[in-house]
């Protein structure tokens, strides 16, 4: 078939999906086309990549990304979703080498858009979050839309859930639709709580018809927007859902390494003070969650701050429990840099559940060490 006959076919092929209203279908079919032409007109190819990476659609049709208009319950007349532009950070979520990488390639992904139009790919149009509660999913879903520059969309769940058949469906899709009407990241939190397994018999039909029609929006979402959703239960979520993601990134509770980073970000300035507890701290703190050391970090700070107390004595006195529940080689640790500091040894039994005789011994047992290292 020549070129001639090729296009006449492609111009009416797309004239019939662009009357039915199917924008998606002729994004995908424009990228088909991109990849029939490349050898026979390769000028022409070309130029179709960049205007679908770069051209405005109906789905982009606001130069404002903040202007659009939220959408409200019918009833209550709360507001769906929460829309945050500018999103500022003041500084990256702590991740692994792994999601930091694949984050980055969906931030650079839109910054390549005519290589990957030209090559018959699209950019990274969903994602799902996956681990427990605060390993920074949330965070990461905005340092993403920070780097962007698009305004974030959180679906409000409390709003949209309603008591009256078919309205939740209803209150959804109107987030759905507004997300897409502009260039925008949009963050589906408890996306378990709404994409549930369709043989949970407790749930009536009209939820798991939902669960269908979100699953159908993943499928065509468009590439003008990014759709994050994120579960702190897996195990609740339809096993049709992961297959519908571009990608799936699981988020696991920090490393060694990753707990020293945010101590060493959170305690700012004051980290001198501290830098000999930090192995200690690390392996105390084992299995927490950023937000759980964020917590810790900032009450600790606030009540040296309030009470005009040494932030050391602020941290034994919050860790004492952790340290005498801890292992014996932590308590021991503990014991010696405490006595380093010249706590008293009543102070120092008291913190880390040693008993006195044993400091005593512990102390002239170092005094000898290193008097011998001195005479020798």
């Keep these: 078939m020549d070129l001639p006959t090729k296009l006449s076919e492609n111009i009416v092929h797309l004239a019939r999906l662009g009357l039915q209203g199917r924008p998606?279908?002729?994004?995908?079919?424009?990228?088909?086309?991109?990849?029939?032409?490349?050898?026979?007109?390769?000028?022409?190819?070309?130029?179709?990549?960049?205007?679908?990476?770069?051209?405005?659609?109906?789905?982009?049709?606001?130069?404002?990304?903040?202007?659009?208009?939220?959408?409200?319950?019918?009833?209550?007349?709360?507001?769906?979703?929460?829309?945050?532009?500018?999103?500022?950070?003041?500084?990256?979520?702590?991740?692994?080498?792994?999601?930091?990488?694949?984050?980055?390639?969906?931030?650079?992904?839109?910054?390549?858009?005519?290589?990957?139009?030209?090559?018959?790919?699209?950019?990274?149009?969903?994602?799902?979050?996956?681990?427990?509660?605060?390993?920074?999913?949330?965070?990461?879903?905005?340092?993403?839309?920070?780097?962007?520059?698009?305004?974030?969309?959180?679906?409000?769940?409390?709003?949209?859930?309603?008591?009256?058949?078919?309205?939740?469906?209803?209150?959804?899709?109107?987030?759905?639709?507004?997300?897409?009407?502009?260039?925008?990241?949009?963050?589906?939190?408890?996306?378990?709580?709404?994409?549930?397994?369709?043989?949970?018999?407790g749930d009536v039909g009209e939820l798991k018809r939902l669960v269908t029609v979100l699953l159908q929006e993943v499928d065509d979402w468009p590439a003008t927007s990014l759709l994050i959703a994120a579960t702190n239960h897996r195990e609740l979520l339809d096993p049709a859902v992961w297959r519908r993601f571009d990608d799936v990134l699981e988020f696991d509770p920090p490393s060694a390494g990753e707990r020293a980073a945010v101590l060493h970000s959170l305690f700012g300035e004051e980290i001198g003070l501290l830098e000999p507890w930090m192995p200690l701290l690390i392996n105390l703190w084992d299995g927490q969650s950023f937000s759980d050391l964020t917590r810790m970090v900032q009450w600790i700070r606030r009540r040296a701050t309030i009470t005009n107390t040494n932030l050391l004595d602020v941290l034994l006195d919050r860790v004492g429990h952790d340290l005498r529940a801890g292992s014996a080689q932590d308590r021991k640790r503990a014991a010696s840099l405490l006595a380093e500091a010249d706590y008293s040894d009543r102070r120092i039994s008291e913190l880390v559940g040693i008993s006195r005789d044993t400091i005593r011994k512990s102390r002239v047992k170092d005094s000898d060490s290193k008097g011998t290292v001195n005479n020798g």
């Design 24 to 201: 998606q279908d002729i994004q995908v079919y424009i990228r088909q086309s991109i990849r029939r032409f490349r050898q026979h007109d390769p000028k022409l190819a070309s130029a179709l990549s960049e205007l679908l990476a770069l051209a405005p659609t109906s789905l982009s049709p606001l130069r404002d990304v903040g202007g659009a208009i939220v959408p409200v319950d019918a009833d209550s007349r709360l507001a769906l979703a929460k829309s945050e532009y500018p999103v500022v950070l003041t500084s990256a979520p702590i991740l692994n080498a792994n999601l930091a990488l694949r984050l980055e390639q969906v931030i650079e992904e839109r910054n390549h858009l005519p290589a990957l139009e030209h090559q018959g790919l699209g950019p990274t149009r969903s994602l799902l979050f996956v681990g427990p509660p605060g390993v920074g999913k949330t965070m990461s879903a905005r340092w993403v839309a920070m780097r962007l520059d698009r305004p974030l969309i959180t679906l409000d769940l409390a709003a949209v859930m309603s008591s009256y058949l078919g309205k939740t469906g209803s209150n959804i899709r109107s987030v759905l639709d507004y997300a897409k009407s502009v260039p925008s990241v949009l963050l589906l939190d408890e996306f378990d709580s709404i994409a549930k397994k369709r043989d949970d018999e």
